[in-house]
């Protein structure tokens, strides 16, 4: 009995001390903007602290990360074009390889339900294991960085920031890099402004606008300007990519060719576009939702023809370009950490 | 200082010692190919006359729960176990003290469930450094049986089963429910040669997706376990 209340005393000191070191991290609380849905991610499971998103930051910025040292996520990612890949229409990874696929804008993924054109991904967290391990992306092994990060006293230090002592676990290397990636916040573009009451449209944006609240808004959806639906949108097929899409990761039918609904903030500056990034400009976008209307089989909104006149289609892309944030594209806090 | 210190080791030492006093409970698992052990790399003949190796199995053990004779049951916390025939210790889980009770019955899942599936980074068992994640399609392998056979025309004449999946139509975990009826440890086989029985290797030998086929492996899967 006396040996249980020492224990129980001992343990009580050790969960003092545990508590008390616990304050040392400085929490980070995550803004939800005024009429916004709440974010997909769960928060509670990975509480936001200056100090992991720091870690965050200097891994998603570290070449480390790949097998020769040579390739970091901002490689494909980079900040000035909405954390995208720069003019390639699909990405480069390890040894100049070619991956199948455009690499994704990485911006408001706290509220994304499912990653990658096909939906394949189903947490944030576990997202970069795909590019890590993808053989023409990092091409490394998950427990070879842990062991490089355990042996660098830069990372052993920042682990030790981040969660009280200087173990490098898979667990706890995806955690912070979530904390970093869900922290890319675009909430302060024009659009929003309007929509806040700061600002107004011109005349060209506010036809803009009403034109894509008519033929794009049911499947790009304010104020995210995505959807957690698959979709087809009229795309043929690349065949020498063959890139089936939703399918791949369902088996249902009804799946053939539709990919995830990406968001279109941002858009001004995140081309190319589309899963293969077929189209270099926003305009060819814009000629490509008009010319369809003659698959019955698509979705109902890009069944019938748009009949977008030019003015129109210039309307549209001046209301696109609202979407652009520059506070989000030149954010410091998410820059190459210097020190 | 040093006096301090002594106290600290003596206490972690009384802690270690109340720790140990009480036996544990453990579910054994033994793997087994048609009642012997299955060793890896050794050569075993199945009913269906295919030559086979096994040079790797792995599997997933969750939600284990006990139930004893007088109705009361156990249910395992965080209850997430990875069994690897290469690291003997994994296969066998002290799970809680030993009592006098009658254990009548012992379910689990073989898998992982979907929540687990799609509650992000994970440690432990689960890490994705066991080698038991999917990365382009999130979600875990529940079981993994990978080896050789002449009768597979494939590369090297391997084999590799990864089944997994937790989206429906398709969730390949298994409810394993078993009988058990002693106080002690309970000894649950696993038997390979079940599955090897039933597969026809010269046109089933890779799978390493969710879907149909591993549905039906994973039927398969559930039949292997049973108490001795």
Known sequence: MKRAILILGFGGVVFGILAFSKSYFTPLYFEVPKSWPQPEYDFKKNPLSEEKFQLGRHLFYDPILSRDNSISCSSCHAQATGFTHVDHDLSHGIEGKKGTRNSLALINLAWNKDFHWDGGVNNLEVQPINPITNPVEMDEKLEHVVAKLQQSSKYRNLFAKAYGDEKVTSQRLLKALAQFTVSLKSTNSKYDQVMRGETSFDAQEQNGYVLFKKHCASCHTEPLF?????????????????????IKITGRKEDHLRFKIPTLRN????????????????NEVIKHYNSLGHDKSLPKELAKPMNLSDNERVDMEVFLNTLTDKTFLFNPRFQFPRE | MTKRKYTVLFLLFCFQLFAQSNDSLNVNFKVVFDRFPLELNKRYVSTKKDTITVTAFKCYVSDLEIQFADKTVFKEKNSHHLLDLANPSSLQIPITKNSDKIISKVTFNIGIDSTTNTSGALGGDLDPIQGMYWAWQSGYVNMKIEGQSPSCKTRKNQFEFHLGGYLQPY??????????????????????????????????????????IAMELADLSSKMFYSE
């Open chain 2, 171 to 212: 969730n390949a975990m298994r409810k394993k429910v078993i009988n058990i009826n002693n106080k002690s440890d309970i000894s649950i086989s696993i038997d390979v040669s079940v599955f090897f029985a039933e597969v026809t290797l010269a046109t089933t030998n890779s799978v390493m997706i969710p879907g149909k």
């Open chain 1, 226 to 246: 995505n959807s957690d639906k698959f979709e087809r949108n009229g795309l043929a097929v690349d065949t020498a990519l063959n890139d089936l899409g939703r």
């Open chain 1, 267 to 282: 858009i001004q500056f995140t081309k190319p576009y589309m899963h293969d990034g077929r189209f270099k400009t926003l």
